[in-house]
């Protein structure tokens, strides 16, 4: 026997449920890595231009011989300057609400619209940090398991045909070291940032997992990938910022670069802004408002010169 008899209260629509949970949920966005390593520009700000100069000294050409004949005079070299530029811009994003939707609503609006837009700034500068990083001129194309292709033109020389491992990392490391003379960012440490596809790619090679067995057996149980031949390695879901690309999107996009990779050009560090209330305080608005810029502090692919290798593929 059923326990309640229900009655109708109403002759037509719908009966709904009004009832409302007292916790707001709000959608996770992705990673943001790269505003950690981008530094900015010293002596420059509001008031100072429209744009920014970045000196440059290159390397003196190193001598077959600095030996010297009595007599002569001491053989001369060039000392070399180069500039390059970077023009910070406006950026931001506003949400517009009315204060009917703050007397109707059950939360508090502005909080969780501010909280918003502090990710989808976040999100921004990440994507235009990436951009600067991925303007590299030296373009490292994986196309086997132990084969790659390195271009220095700005162009990739061919599609990517297979994923991230550990001999990728160690021939990155060398080219880095070896040919462009790349200072390390801190000790003898270069960094890379990868799409998260990459990173599995080299936890899951079998020198990596036989390495940290010894080594750090928690690596894997945690999924750190830690550092390989001096790359320290960092993962990022954010695919605006590094994609999976190459045939069948095989490979994780990523950078590795060593000290003064990128650098930011900041006149107004971006932050939120109430606007002022309009219609007699029925219309507002919050949004995020900056004026910044960034840009490779070394465009070239030249030996000592030459900071970034950027992974990826056609």
Known sequence: MAQYSWTFDAPTGTYKN??????LYTAAVEDSVFMDHVRPVEGYG???????????IR?????????????ERIPEDNFTIALSTITPGELGRSVPYTSLAEDFSKYDIENPIQGELRKQMRLVLDKLIADAFQGALVKYAVTGVASNNIA????????????MNTWHLE???????????????SGDDYVGIFRTLAIRGIMSDPAWEEWHKYTDPSAKFNSEAGRWENIRLIKTNHNNALAKVGTSSVLGEGVVFGADAVAMAEVLTPELRASVPAD??????????GIVGFDEVWPTANAGEARIVHVGST
């Open 152 to 163: 220095t033109t700005g162009t990739f020389g061919t599609a990517a045909t297979a994923n």
């Open 18 to 23: 009004n009832a409302i949970s007292r916790k």
């Open 59 to 71: 390397r003196l050409t190193e001598p077959t011989s600095a030996s010297l004949t009595e007599g």
């Open 280 to 289: 007699f305080g029925r219309s507002k608005a919050v949004a995020w408002y």
């Open 46 to 56: 509001r008031k100072m231009g429209e744009n920014v100069t970045l000196t440059r």
């Open 171 to 185: 021939q990155i490391a060398d080219y880095l070291y070896d040919t462009l003379l790349c200072p390390p960012v």
